[in-house]
Nanobody, 116 residues
Framework: QVQLVESGGGLVQAGGSLRLSCVNS????????MAWYRQVPEKQRELVAS???????TYADSVKGRFTISTEYNKHTVYLQMNSLKPEDTAVYYC??????????WGQGTQVTVSS
């Protein structure tokens, strides 16, 4: 059973940095996409960044140049390095895994709060 466990959220001042981690409980042998989404109250969950097993990355325009997604597939882990954080980055950040089938899995979320 796939489980995604996020960590690394917290409170940081504007301009600061945080690194989110997401550990997948099972090894993925097929093509997969891992991603980070975020959600604020009363708004839809939005894609922040994604990375495929061949290393292709995508980013939301609002985070380009500030956030970096990376993986350690042998450790079943995806990271989101967040630099130059802004108050508008405040949200619950969710880890997401998509595998052929298709099947989609979500983590429980981790809160990121950026103070001005």
């Amino acid at each position: 059973q796939v489980q995604l466990v996020e960590s690394g959220g917290g409170l940081v001042q504007a301009g600061g940095s945080l690194r989110l981690s997401c550990v997948n409980s099972v090894r993925i042998n097929s093509r997969a996409t891992m991603a980070w989404y975020r959600q604020v109250p009363e708004k839809q969950r939005e894609l922040v960044a994604s990375i495929t097993t061949d290393g292709t990355t995508t980013y939301a325009d609002s985070v380009k140049g500030r956030f970096t997604i990376s993986t350690e597939y042998n450790k079943h882990t995806v990271y989101l390095q967040m630099n130059s954080l802004k108050p508008e980055d405040t949200a619950v950040y969710y880890c997401n895994l998509q595998i052929p089938g298709p099947a989609t899995f979500w983590g429980q979320g981790t809160q990121v709060t950026v103070s001005s």
